[in-house]
């Protein structure tokens, strides 16, 4: 008698990292305004009650994916950090042109780390890696403005995050013109643009 073919099984958090792998790919393919959770559980090639084992809804497995999104970016701007200049000004700016090009190499994932349109998006994974994010950019404006301007260092912070945040979301949204210059290039102007806005009074 022929030996019964086993069921298709997953070993203990390969159906969790599936379904990631499943929903990014369907985020960068199709957009939040086709993501399912069912969709998801197809392409991962299970049932669709079996996402139910990891992420109760949607707004669960996207959280998730935002919060690997926030961990991917602290890595990639450290990164780019490390490679700069050892001066905290020429590794802050370094940060924020890495933050672009986060965005762009990233619009889906970024998309749901930082703009509307997924809702709210809550999990103590995310709250952590965002929470770190925001650390690392504290941390980088500190370092440039010195302790004698301690004081100054959350509203430094917003506003360099608005400036490069900004940039980010105009060239996604390809709200600029082209600007074939390359010292007019938004991206490459962010030092500068960085440095004004540190600038003591």
């Not at 199709?30 to 069912?38: I, Q, Y």
């Not at 999104?69 to 450290?78: C, D, K, N, Q």
């Not at 945040?165 to 290039?185: E, N, Q, S, V, Y």
Request: proline content about 6%; charged content about 20%.
């Amino acid at each position: 008698m022929p030996a019964r073919k086993r069921p298709k099984t997953y070993h203990h958090g390969d159906l969790r990292e599936a379904l990631v792998t499943a929903a990014v790919a369907l985020l960068e393919e199709k957009g939040l305004a086709s993501f399912t959770l069912r969709e998801c559980a197809r392409r991962a090639g299970v049932s669709h009650a079996a996402p139910a084992h990891h992420f109760a809804t949607a707004a669960d497995l996207l959280a998730e994916i935002a919060a690997r999104g926030f961990e991917r970016f602290v890595a990639a701007l450290g990164k780019a950090a490390d490679a700069a200049d050892a001066s905290p000004a020429a590794r802050l700016a370094a940060m924020g042109q890495a933050y672009v090009g986060f965005a762009l190499a990233n619009p889906a994932v970024y998309g749901l780390m930082f703009r509307a349109g997924a809702g709210p998006l809550q999990s103590p994974h995310l709250k952590t890696a965002a929470s770190a994010a925001w650390q690392q950019l504290c941390d980088s404006v500190a370092a440039v403005l010195g302790p004698e301007r301690r004081d100054e260092v959350t509203a430094k912070a917003a506003v360099v995050w608005a400036l490069v945040h900004g940039t980010a979301t105009l060239l996604l949204d390809r709200k600029l013109p082209p600007i074939p210059a390359r010292d007019m290039d938004p991206v490459a102007q962010i030092p500068s643009s960085l440095s004004g806005l540190l600038r003591a009074n």
